[in-house]
């Protein structure tokens, strides 16, 4: 399977946001991943429903909506209303992990749990086979630009043997400080789907960065 590039619009140019997902609709990028903070669980606010209705508007790919806030069920209805198609809540957000992924199914849409980098993939072990995908955060969620955590390939090959145990078909993403250097050791080590924010938008060619993303 070839990897899963799904560029975050954090590190777009908000000023000239529809040229930037015609970019990704362009480009051989397979996702949108959008990044939602509440300035509760993260120590950062982003952008909510009526962006991400705009965006879903152009976009062409399907949206990959990564939530960091608190007792996401009070807007799981909501996401899927302006466009999700993936959405993921944090495990350390969640009191009823199970209720909540059950209710983002319900809604039709793929449910995905992502995990900062002190908790362990073991909390995943009576969930897993139930879930679409995880999102192993590499850096601390709430920011973009941050550098990438080390410890991340050992969860990364952790989760790759939890997930090969129970025959499941869960996609592991990593979020956070991905490059065209830690991105093969990364698919090495069992992840399928990158984000990656400032190297995609932060450089000459994001097209061309996203290609090289793709096939390193
Ligand atoms: C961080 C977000 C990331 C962020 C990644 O809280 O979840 O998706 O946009 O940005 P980079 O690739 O710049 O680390
Ligand atoms: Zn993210």
Redo the contacts with the bound molecule.
């Keep these: 399977m070839k990897r899963i590039i799904a560029p975050?619009l954090?590190?777009a140019d908000f000023g000239n946001l529809e040229r930037d997902i015609k970019m990704v609709n362009k480009s051989e990028a397979d996702w949108f991943?959008l990044?939602i903070?509440d300035g509760v669980f993260?120590p950062?606010i982003s952008y909510g429903m009526p962006v991400i209705s705009a965006i879903n508007k152009i976009a062409k790919k399907p949206l990959d909506v990564?939530l960091?806030i608190v007792d996401p069920d009070r807007f799981i209805n909501v996401f899927k209303k302006v466009g999700a198609d993936i959405l993921t809540v944090h495990y350390e957000a969640c009191t009823h992990l199970h209720r909540t992924i059950q209710a983002i199914k319900a809604e039709g849409m793929q449910a995905g749990v992502s995990l900062n980098p002190h908790t362990p993939v073991s909390v995943l072990e009576n969930i897993i086979e139930d879930l679409d995908l995880v999102l192993i955060?590499s850096?601390?969620?709430?920011?973009?630009?941050?550098n990438?955590i080390e410890n991340t390939y050992k969860k990364v090959k952790q989760l790759r043997s939890l997930i090969d145990k129970t025959k499941s078909k869960v996609i592991i993403e990593v979020?956070?400080?991905?490059n065209d250097v830690n991105i093969s050791k990364l698919t090495e080590a069992g992840a399928n789907a990158f984000?990656?924010?400032?190297?995609?938008f932060k450089s000459d060619n994001p097209a061309k960065t996203i290609y090289n993303l793709k096939n390193a």
């Design positions: 975050s954090l590190a991943h990044d903070m993260v950062n990564h960091m955060m850096v601390n969620p709430g920011f973009g630009g941050q990438f979020d956070g400080g991905v984000v990656a924010g400032s190297f995609v």
